[in-house]
């Protein structure tokens, strides 16, 4: 599983990390549940390919030469489709009558546009269903950026709290006894349908309790995965690795995803630092390599080096100071990826796999 | 430039309207800029709000820590002269709008501290988001700022926050709620009062990706009304030197002797080829560019002054 910051080119190191492996697996699957687009465009499929079948895809032999995945080795990258799998839980769960019903409803036709409540829900159901099915023997999990990262680890005592949540119940005609369970008799008035009728609407209410109800069904089997994946993530086959830029703002974001991995007791097994930038050589000790070059443009070049020489000496302090945290204290793997000037997209991933192995 | 610079700050280059949207996927440096601009603005003698949507989670705002605070509060506290913040929180917001609807307030308590509804208004889609709209909403109507900045969160999330009122309005078309999303729509959509900023970097996919961004903007009817392309390195070089370089480069690597510096130039050229290829690609969308420089401190370390936004 692959976490950080925003802009930290997680979805690259995600890449990269799948790239790399086909040399030690036979089946390698990357996924992102991140609706960015990068992914695809990574390995060169159009990201609406992706998304309409749901479904990974294998990567061509061409892509892969370009890549420099193993001979033999097959690289397969997926991108979740929300609505996709929504879909199937609910062929699974549901009675045709059941599922029409609902799908009638003006509430599950506007749910699924409304992307960021219902991804992280259904990027469980995805990914489990990948483990459970066998067809891979190593899995790159792209998770969304820090903050979303948060709630997707999250999300199984989120859900878990939602389904239990006694509010769920108004809309669960058959159970009338739910108002003595709440504190008092004023907040079971306060919660009783007149007044939800009243702010909502008779039509948007109406199709509410349809909608809960209908959804209700689901519960049972959504609570069972919820508990089987909160102790998911702490499972020997699981390695999570954070990944983050000597930026301030995407170190901010790394110290904050290794604090919340550690509180959750999620055991933290490698730090990545991307886009490292490298010092560059003085323009003036170069004579010999820019002989013929007027000394004013070399004079030029020097202070137009000086913003990236800034850049590297910042890095490599920073650099320093993970290491040291990540690695000689945390006890975790550390590694650096250079700032890729490759104009090449492939070559990209390719130059990280090696340095990755 | 203002050569009247003696008598005062020189105004602002950047046309700030009443809401500024700062938007801009993550690490492009959206929430220092945002708050270059509230001091900017601040400075310039207007009553400014430095707002900012909570993280639920408990993080110490990266916003809030560059002015000596873990969190802003939940009501507008003062940063500086003419400078306030705000934290907008779901639980406000709906505590406020139900208690505009319930007319009740201890009603309105006690709804929202029940267990039970607090894990449905936090686990439920869309209840959440609705509970900033609603507490930026109030902030709205009260007039107290002439300008309000307020930093989103990064890409996807805020499309979807954007998206938000329409998809509501759909769902629930009359009613208290659906009053509160179209005064809350008609701020927002209109380009005399709101701006929508984004965020970017001179780099590939971040120029991609903004320009994503600005069309699903557009889309979701709110008026873009410029890119901040930031980190922009400082170019010395005329178009003449520039193929200088370049002729002088293709040289190098042709008899081969070259070595690190042969390579470096390389990369410099890579660097400056990223840049006019982001200016080209931002400014062929047709809207203003204005550029800030690369900064080396940390927000909170960060002499205001020394950062300057220029019009591209």
Known sequence: ?357 | MNENSSTGPHPLVLDLKRINLMTGKGGVGRTTLAATLARASAERGKRTLLAEIEDESGWDSQLARGFGFKHFGVEPQPLLKNLDGLRLSAFVGQEKFLNSFLKVSALTRMILNHQGVKWFLDGAPAFREMGHFFHLLLQLRKKEYETIILDLPATGHFVGLARLPGILLKMIPFGPIAEGLKEGQHYIYDSDQTAAWVVTLPQVLPVSESIELKNALQRENIPVAGFLLNRVPPNPFTDDEERMLEEFSRNHSQNQSGGTHGAQLKVDLERLRRLHEARARLRAEGLPIWTAPEVFQPLEELDFAERVVRRD
């Open chain 1, 1 to 357: 599983m692959v976490c950080g910051g925003g802009g930290v080119g997680k979805t690259t190191v995600a890449a990269s990390l799948g790239v790399a492996a086909t040399r030690f697996r036979k089946r390698v699957l990357v996924v992102t549940i991140d609706p960015s687009k990068r992914l695809a465009e990574a390995f060169g499929f159009t990201q609406s390919a992706l998304e309409t079948g749901g479904e990974p895809l294998k990567l061509s032999d061409e892509v892969k030469h370009k890549l420099g995945v193993a001979d033999g080795a097959e690289l397969s990258v997926g991108i979740l489709n929300p609505k996709y799998v929504l879909d199937q839980i609910l062929d699974q769960v549901l009675t045709d009558e059941q599922r029409d019903r609902l799908k009638r409803t003006t509430l599950y036709s506007q749910m699924s546009q409304m992307v960021y409540g219902l991804q992280e829900y259904t990027a469980y159901e995805w990914v489990t269903r990948m483990l459970k099915d066998g067809a891979y023997d190593f899995i790159v999990l792209d998770t969304p950026p820090a903050a979303h990262a948060k709630d997707f680890f999250n999300v199984p005592e989120k859900v878990k709290h939602l389904m239990e949540s006694r509010v769920f119940q108004i809309f669960m005609p058959k159970k009338r006894s739910w108002a003595r369970a709440i504190v008092g008799q004023t907040v079971g008035q306060a919660l009783s349908f007149s007044w939800l009728e009243k702010l909502l609407g008779a039509k948007i209410y109406n199709e509410s309790r349809t909608f809960f109800e209908i959804f209700s069904v689901m519960r049972g089997r959504i609570l069972e995965r919820c508990e089987w994946l909160a102790r998911f993530f702490t499972q020997s086959e699981v390695a999570v690795v954070a990944v983050g830029t000597p930026e301030s703002s995407a170190q901010f974001e790394l110290e904050g995803v290794t604090d919340f991995l550690k509180q959750k007791g999620i055991p933290l097994q490698g730090v990545i630092l991307n886009q490292v930038e490298r010092i560059p050589p003085a323009a003036e000790t170069s004579n010999t390599p820019l002989e013929g070059l007027p000394p004013e443009l070399i004079a030029k070049l020097k202070r137009f080096r000086e913003n990236q020489l800034q850049r590297a000496e910042r890095a490599f302090q920073v650099v320093e100071r993970c290491r040291r945290r990540y690695a000689t204290e945390g006890g975790a793997d550390f590694l650096t990826l250079p700032m890729s000037y490759a104009s090449e997209g492939f070559d990209i991933l390719k130059e990280n796999a090696d340095r990755i192995v």
